[in-house]
């Protein structure tokens, strides 16, 4: 069973910096065939695509995030970050990770989701 645990802090203060780890379990992120990304639901709208590195290290982020997002991955401990700077309340939302399967628009694993508050 593949699993996907996510840890960092869910209270910001507008202009500090987003970091939160996606450790995954059984299975590898530089495995063939996926990609690895993250997503956000702000209160009271829909779910948001925010970014992605795939299993070979590329990335992609929509662009309006783009200027101060990365996503970044520790193969030795097979996880992957998403570091998301001068944050606004605008950023507040329920971030998950997800693993999304190369050629499908589906994503079969979440992680827990992290309640994440922009103060302003």
């Known amino acids: 069973q593949v699993q996907l645990q996510q840890s960092g802090p869910g209270y910001m203060k507008a202009s500090q910096t987003l970091s939160l780890t996606c450790t995954v379990s059984?299975?590898?992120?530089?495995?063939?065939?996926?990609?690895w990304s993250w997503i956000r639901q702000p209160p009271g709208k829909g779910l948001e695509w925010v970014g992605e590195i795939d299993y070979g290290g590329d990335n992609y982020y929509i662009p309006s995030v783009k200027s101060r997002t990365s996503i970044s991955r520790d193969t030795s401990k097979n996880q992957f970050t998403l570091q998301m700077s001068s944050v606004t309340p605008e950023d507040t939302a329920v971030y998950y990770c997800?693993?999304?399967?190369?050629?499908?628009?589906?994503?079969?694993?979440w992680g827990q989701g992290t309640q994440v508050t922009v103060a302003s």
């Open positions: 997800v693993r999304g399967r190369v050629g499908t628009n589906e994503y079969d694993y």
């Open positions: 059984g299975a590898s992120i530089t495995t063939d065939g996926y990609y």
